[in-house]
């Protein structure tokens, strides 16, 4: 791990964490931004719901006390009480009592008798305002149980009352839980997604009616008002929300967070494989020149071989009309006599100056190796799509075998290189559209073969016999040792390079190796 982070350049570590505290910064800003915007629509919604919610309380408060004022037409609170379950008004019982508190009846829901277990004494003090000043008014939020004596005989809790003050100085009582308000506000929030918390408080700020709620919860909402309070409706009543929403928000949120970061990771890994790519190219490109001064000094060895065949033939004739011309002529003058000696020994000179050349050459040949042909030509691959690339052609690899060889690993691989050349080097000259060599390496029963075949114009029957010759070329500023030298240097190893035309066009060159 830590040699790979030393491989990694200064300034990609640069780039990335420049990219990483972009990332940072637009994740704070993006969600700073929409929990303000949630938080201004949630505002405004729960100023909606307020209004709304108020309007329709009043409207049904408006409205029970015209139901109760029927009992002054003759109708008796069980009929009331029907009434007001048809109109689907939610209390759990109603009471009609005297200006001084006195009761005179009282009915459940269901139609029976309601006792209460205790009342508070400054409820009276309220019945007495209601009838006194026509008041149309909830108390005060407290919390009371009454006892059903028909229906499901149980005990219910209730937690404000609704007084509606009637002509004939009584009172009558409706008393309401918290239902009364819960599904009002159920109804207009539960359709857009929405969470709420919902509560009364009484007068010294004790929460009733929902056991749930609790000021650490409360906290963790957006927003908090208190409902009816500008509506002359005395009741601590409070209503927080949050929108459902939010909870997709963060969602995206991190969704988006984790995108930018994928693609500033992506970003800055291409970065760096930019950058080791075009560090690997001028790795390449030093490995192929390399191999070029490789080569060129294995070609100074071949070329002095070649030379010093060619040069030998006509020394050694010099050599012989020399020595024949000194022994024929005995008479000859002395200075004619010296001449010749002189020739004598100026061509043993040169024939020594060219075996010292090739000793010098032979002895600096490097090391051979058991060497895998397969392999070999992998490492290659990159210089010659390199070399491709500049003659606007494409290459194959096929390896349907391997097979190992004992060689030069780098005298092979100048031989590999010197025939891709040639090849993209034709079809780079001709006209013909589709420019591809493909590079195969396979086995027979008796030898290991690696082809070239490209889609140029072939090999004319006019230069077929000569390729092969020293100082042979088509091309014009070519010397002619390319393929005689790789012919001979895979000759030293025991192989053979050959070549064939093929149909419809190209041409196949052959390294042939016995294994």
């Known amino acids: 791990m830590k040699k790979f982070i030393t491989l990694i350049p200064k300034k990609f570590i640069f780039i990335f964490f420049s990219f ?48 109760f004022n029927y009992l002054l037409t003759g109708k008796n609170l069980l009929e009331i009480n029907e009434i007001l379950k048809k ?16 009761l005179i009846e009282s009915l459940n829901k269901n139609g029976g008798k309601l006792e209460r277990k205790n009342i508070p004494p400054w409820i009276f003090n309220k019945y007495i305002k209601v009838q006194t000043h026509q008041l149309l008014e909830y108390s005060p939020i407290y919390e009371s149980e009454v006892f059903s004596f028909l229906g499901n005989g149980s005990t219910e809790k209730f937690i404000t009352e609704l007084l509606v003050p009637l002509q004939n100085s009584n009172v009558a009582i409706l008393l309401r ?36 709620i609790s000021l650490e919860n409360i906290q963790q909402y957006f927003v908090k008002s208190k409902l009816l309070g500008n509506y002359g409706m005395n009741i601590n009543i409070f209503l927080a929300i949050k929108k459902n929403t939010l909870k997709i928000i963060d969602n995206l949120i991190y969704l988006l967070s984790f995108l930018f970061l994928i693609i500033i990771t992506m970003i800055s890994l291409l970065i760096f494989i930019a950058y ?19 080569s060129k000094f294995v070609s100074l060895g071949e070329i002095s071989t070649i030379l010093a065949h060619e040069i030998n033939q006509p020394l050694t004739s010099i050599t012989l009309y020399a020595s024949s011309l000194n022994v024929k002529l005995n008479s000859i003058p002395s200075d004619v006599s010296v001449a010749i000696n002189n020739i004598l020994l100026e061509t043993d000179r040169i024939s020594n100056i060219m075996q010292s050349v090739r000793a010098y050459i032979k002895s600096s040949r490097q090391k051979e190796e058991e060497v895998n042909v397969k392999k070999l030509i992998m490492n ?29 690993r780098t005298l092979l691989e100048q031989v590999i290189l010197n025939i891709t050349r040639n090849a993209f080097e034709a079809m780079f000259d001709d006209s013909y559209a589709v420019k591809v060599l493909t590079i195969n390496v396979d086995i027979s ?69 016995p294994i």
């Open 20 to 67: 990483l505290l972009v990332f940072i910064i637009f994740s704070i800003v993006i969600k700073d931004y929409l929990e303000l915007k949630n938080e201004i629509y949630v505002s405004e919604k729960l100023d909606e719901i307020n209004t709304k919610i108020a309007n329709n309380l009043i409207a049904e408060t408006i409205k029970i006390s015209s139901f």
């Open 87 to 102: 109109n689907n008004i939610d209390y759990i019982g109603i009471e009609l009592r005297k200006a001084d508190g006195t």
């Open 177 to 212: 839980n918290e239902k009364f308000l819960l599904n009002q506000i159920s109804e207009n929030l539960t359709k857009e997604d929405f969470e709420f918390l919902f509560w009364f408080e009484t007068e010294d700020n004790q929460i009733i009616g929902n056991k749930s």
């Open 276 to 294: 080791r790519n075009n560090l690997n190219s001028k790795k390449l490109l030093q490995h192929q020149d390399l191999l070029i001064e490789q």
């Open 380 to 408: 290659l691959e990159n210089l010659i799509f390199l070399q491709a690339e500049k003659y606007n052609a494409r290459v194959n690899f096929i390896y349907n075998a391997s097979f190992r060889k004992i060689l030069d």
């Open 445 to 513: 029963s008796y030898e290991g073969i690696i082809t070239f075949q490209d889609t140029g114009p072939g090999i004319s029957s006019k230069v077929s016999s000569d390729i092969f010759k020293p100082f042979y070329s088509t091309k014009k500023s070519g010397l002619g040792f390319g393929l005689n030298l790789s012919k001979t240097l895979i000759e030293r190893y025991g192989g053979i390079l050959e070549w064939e035309n093929c149909l419809p066009r190209g041409v196949k060159f052959m390294i042939k190796f």
